[in-house]
């Protein structure tokens, strides 16, 4: 692919998530909205994509909903580079014990599959919005913790890093100056990479009731709401799920198309694109 | 050897110390909730006797060890849902989700050895792209809802397979496939990498040369290299497979150990709970050391120090 059909694709996918972040700002009508005298109608001008078995605007409900999913997947990722880049940093500059203990650590969470403790966690905690932020957190950390900690071993051992110890400069100021630069792509990379596998779990959890709950218009939940209309409805069973597609789609092309332009070693993408 | 059970040790004793917590730390207390089957009303005195009575008042290492010698000994108490032994829900459980990841594996491997490998043969082509275009659907379609389509297709429309249960060996397909095609992906890409790698390698070229035949070309050097990264990520995805399997198990209704496990946690039925995190987390641990030794069948010049992942 041309690099200008590339830069143009970036642009595309960002478009698309920012207009999603202002999807209750587009949604034509009230989301929660229930009418029951218009349930389970088929895509028309009042209703573009059809109601569900409320008589709720699916449409509306969609845009609605992608601040849920989408947002949520994203503060989720956000929170997760905040907490597991600087320890990856730190874990990999100052080594020693401090480094052990934090990789044992790291160590039990990539033991344990990603699914699995974080249907556990969000089971445990109950359902809703600040306890699924915790268990894709404690789910995701790990990642970047170790990209990280490899990064700055690999960095670590340079000569100029050497001399810039040599001449004095701070640990700050090398970790500023030189280690971040390093960082900032691969973790941009992984992230995109993310973000595609963090709305899959956010949707898997809603589905299996464990995430976000209705009458939220959450894409899993609606799925999961839906399930016993699809038959007399095929928009509810359709919809939701083409929204989901085509977000983690982007997102994913997105990251492949960063993890090209960053190239981290192979060893790392195999990793990272393991790491499902 | 001894590392590998040193490790499995550490691994087991950190599992149980998070099953463990799991109950100690869970919000909501454990007993109200096994009190409130009943849904009569509880005194304080009630809950008083029964934390009593299961020795929860008891220091915190005493209850540990007490939890570790039920672990040891396979006693992780009764089911709240049923009443039953927990290990007796779990045995009852698993063959099925062991009937499901391993049907699903079969299917991965099969997908991942005709779409890689004919990707890589045609390199370029439009078979290259289509596999290509197969791979970034496939992973970013959500497994429960492409379940959901396959049930929609398959069994409500078409009236072909089972929609839900594994009463029947058929029940096994829809799952199968849905589950399968989350997983393959990854192994598809890396196979055809590794596959166009190798083939440029010098051994390779050096066997063409010598005018080696084409088919024993590809089984007897390509392949072999290139089934070192994915024996690699089969590893690490192992724990994908699982995670996977209870979403499908969910969707499906299988009566599997995931489906176990998530009515367990919402009916905060704790001893399920330990137990599933406790058994999959060693089935996991058990795996990996699996597949860090067919790493070293794989490839001798791997020493057991350079196959160390997890």
Redesign the interface.
Known sequence: MSKRKTTIGVVAVLVLLALLMMGPLLAPQDPELVNLAARLQSPSVAHLLGTDNLGRDILSRILTGAQVTVGLSLLALSLSILIGVPLGLISGWVGGRFDWIVMRIV??F???????VA??LS????PGFVNMLIAILAVKWVGYTRLVRSLVLQEKTRDYLMISKLAGGSNLRILRQHMIPHIVGPVLALATMDI?KVI?LV??LS????GVQPPSPEW?AM?NDG?AY??QA?QL?II??IA??IV??AA??LGDQLMKRYTISSEDE??T???? | MIRWLLQGLGFFFVLTIIGFLIVQLAPGDAVLSMLKVDTVAVTDAEIEALRENLGLNDPALQQYGRFLGGVLRGDFGNSLMTGKPVMTELAKAFPYTLMLAGATMVLAVVITFVLGGLAARFQGSLIDKAVGVFCTAGAALPTFWFGLLLIDMFAVRLHLLPSSGMATPAGLVLPTVALAVAIAPPYIKILRNSLIEASGREFVRAARARGVSEPVIFFKHTLRDSLIPLVTILGVSLGSLLGGAVIVEVTFGIPGVGKLAVEALARRDYGVIQAFVIIVGMAIFVINMLVDLSYRLLDPSISLKGAERV
Request: glycine residues 14%; without cysteine.
């Open positions: 160590d039990v990539i033991a344990l599959p990603d699914y699995i249907i556990v089971g445990l905690l109950g595609g899959l949707a898997s589905f299996i009731g464990m899993g799925l399930r699809f038959a095929a069973m939701p799920g989901i597609f983690v789609a994913s092309w195999r990793m694109s393991a790491l499902a």
